[in-house]
């Protein structure tokens, strides 16, 4: 089987990290040395960080060292949530054990697989008070919200947290080969593949990329920068992507869900 190549995006040094076999990507304005890759030269979109996110890299990527004749396994984490071996899913990670429980080579398990992407988590288990708080518009459209948890879908979910509405407006100029299968695709879902991060070949990462950042394109013209501030909508286009993801996944490759950890405690 072959190998594996995971870039770990983040906007701060992990040193834990710097001897690792992981390739260290960083994002946002701090230098941190030869042993991390920036995305601020070549064909990049580095003047967008600050909306793009881990995307930044994802996009520097795409464009200046994805090799199509590259036939490893090519996957994205980010600098607090990992993939994970499988051995550790029941397992607490601390400081100990932090690096022997990441992902390092693939899994006899992939070999029929086109892709992987996270274990989800689901979106329906929102407290009253907060679908309240946040969800009020939403409310007003379908009091039922409030009580059939089904109906507390990715649509929902998205319309709470990053600005009522911009999910369908970025829905309204995806591509049409996507547009009405991903629309149905949140508003039928409750389970989100969180992250940003997937494993896969460099053909499809290509396609992936490509349909990604001509979607991504078309929504700065919708929504633009200038009004995007704070946790709501700062990072806009990084979330639209985290929808995307897996929807793009599971309609264009055979793909598999993979363990994953939240762990930020790793210095040493």
Known sequence: MNDLEIYCVTNKKIPVLEDFQYKLAV????????????????????NKEKFYSDLTFHYWYWKNQLDLSNNNWIGFCQKRRFWIKKSFVNI?????????????????????????????ISVKNVKTSKLIKRGWKSILSDPSVLFNTNKRNLLLHFDMHHGHGNLEKAISVLNEKYRNDFYNYVKSSSNL??????????????????????????????????????????????????????FWFRKNTKYLEWPWAFFENYEE
């Open 27 to 46: 994002v946002g304005s701090e230098k941190f040395g030869n042993n991390y890759l920036e995305s601020d030269k070549g064909d990049n979109i580095f």
């Open 193 to 246: 593949n969180p992250n940003i991060m997937c494993i896969s070949k460099s053909k499809i990462l290509n396609q992936w990329f490509t349909d990604l950042f001509e979607w991504l394109s078309n929504c700065e013209k919708v929504f633009g920068f200038e009004d995007l501030k704070g946790y709501d909508t700062g990072r806009l286009y990084a979330y639209l992507a985290e929808r995307f993801l897996p």
């Open 92 to 120: 607490p990670i601390n400081k100990e054990n932090f690096k022997d429980s990441l992902l390092t080579k693939p899994s006899d398990e992939w070999k029929n697989y086109d892709s992987i992407i996270c274990n989800p």
